[in-house]
């Protein structure tokens, strides 16, 4: 058996944000007003899209009180967008524990310079500036190993796509020409070249 050479050293990193999609969550406060937040904890079981946040956040506190959400993705060219809501806080007081850092902001949307656009099918609204928008209702908020964190499993009722993005005839989103953003070590990036697709794929080219 030939064993490999392992160049591999042991690290402990503050997080392990290793190359995930960046997505904007849009939910109701409780005096209906909109809030909207930056996470980058989210991934997608057929039309199911599970949701890691903390436990103590606002986003969080309002999924638990009103189960509608939109969850908005934006492209790698709205990168600074998305920074500029990642100091701030739907909160008021802000917490003690993100004191220092964040500031309460009543209108994320105006800080951010991103526009909201009515849903279809829940209250909280969708950001037009985002290619695709993913309107949906919360099935279950589960607390997470060691109570941080919050597990949201969230049911897709309608999507919204750029039609720039839709292969022409079908109800597919292009690879080609979609690029998420993507939060990888606390930095931003885009996509690369295609390198190939799955055997499942309904989109070869």
């Not at 904890?41 to 999924?63: D, I, P, Q, R």
């Not at 949307?109 to 991103?114: E, I, K, P, Q």
């Not at 070590?185 to 190939?196: I, K, Q, S, T, V």
Request: proline share 9%.
């Amino acid at each position: 058996m030939n064993i490999a050479t392992d160049e591999h050293v042991v690290i402990n990193p503050k997080i392990l944000y290793f190359g995930t999609p960046v997505v904007l969550l849009s939910t109701e406060n409780a005096d209906g007003s909109a809030n909207l937040a930056p996470m980058s904890s989210a991934w997608a079981l057929g039309h199911v899209v599970v949701l890691g946040l903390a436990a103590a956040s606002h986003t969080a506190a309002n999924l638990r009180a009103r189960r509608d959400v939109v969850v908005n993705l934006p492209g790698p060219e709205q990168w600074r967008a998305v920074e500029r809501l990642a100091p701030l806080t739907g909160a008021d007081p802000v917490p003690a524990h993100k004191r220092g850092a964040f500031r309460h902001e009543p209108d994320k949307f105006a800080a951010s310079g991103l526009r909201p656009a009515e849903s279809d099918l829940v209250r909280p609204p969708r950001v037009a500036d985002c290619p695709i928008a993913l309107e949906a209702r919360v099935a279950e908020v589960g607390e997470g190993w060691g109570g941080g964190f919050v597990v949201v499993q969230a049911e897709v009722l309608r999507v919204h796509c750029d039609a720039r993005l839709v292969v022409p005839g079908t109800q597919h989103v292009d690879p080609g020409a979609w690029s998420p953003l993507i939060y990888n070590f606390r930095h931003y990036f885009g996509l690369g070249p295609e390198l190939g697709h799955s055997f499942r794929s309904e989109t070869p080219r």
